[in-house]
Structure formats: C-alpha cells, structure tokens
C-alpha cells in the first residue's frame, strides 16, 4: 500500500529556513496534484501550497513569498523549502497527494503522517 513519508521538519528559529520533503513508499501507477497542508493546536488543517503534474502552483496568503513547493516528477516527490519562518508557522505540515496506487485502482486522496516544524523567537 503507498504511502506519504515525510522528513524535514525540525526547530528553528525565527527567521531561519526549513526543507520540507515527501516522497511515497512503494510502486503507484500515477499521481497528479501534491500539496503541504498544515495543522496548529486547536486549528483546522489548511493549505499551505500545491503543485500540479503540470508544475502549476497555488499558495495561501500567509505564505507571502516565503515559501517555494517544488516537485520532482521522476520521483513522485514534493517539497517546500521554507524562509523566513516565524513562531505562527509551528504547525504539523501535512503531505497531500491525489495519486492512483494501481492500475486497477481510482483516483485517491493520500495524506503523510505530518512532521512537525517549530518555530521559536
């Protein structure tokens, strides 16, 4: 069964740089949009940026030019390289993939386990 692996997330702070990556474990037919969501305390989970295959992107407001995704299509894999982070990015980030695993398989929605990104002042 894919799965989402995240890695990158860690302490920083504020002002510093992170390197967010997801790649899937395992074999999966195709995958088309990928996106890093991302979930603070007693928050609802929201869109940080996204990517299609196509390389089009979309980012939230909050990311005002700080953030870049990036996808490596030969790989299937995401990241997001962030700058300039402050305390109100603590958040679990969250690796989003809209991927079909197997042939005979539809179209699915695939979330990592989250890693955890803490900014302090």
């Known amino acids: 069964q894919v799965q989402l692996v995240e890695s990158g997330g860690g302490l920083v702070q504020a002002g510093g740089s992170l390197r967010l990556s997801c790649a899937p474990s395992?074999?999966?037919?195709?995958?088309?949009?990928m996106a890093w969501h991302r979930q603070a305390p007693g928050n609802q989970r929201e869109l940080v940026a996204e990517i299609s295959r196509g390389g089009n992107v979309k980012y939230a407001d909050f990311v005002e030019g700080r953030f870049t995704i990036s996808r490596d299509s030969a790989k299937n894999s995401v990241f997001l390289q962030m700058k300039s982070l402050n305390p109100e990015d603590t958040a679990v980030y969250y690796c989003y993939a809209r991927l079909i695993p197997s042939l005979a398989s539809r179209w699915s929605d695939y979330w990592g386990q989250g890693t955890q990104v803490t900014v302090n002042t």
């Open positions: 395992g074999s999966l037919f195709t995958i088309s949009t």
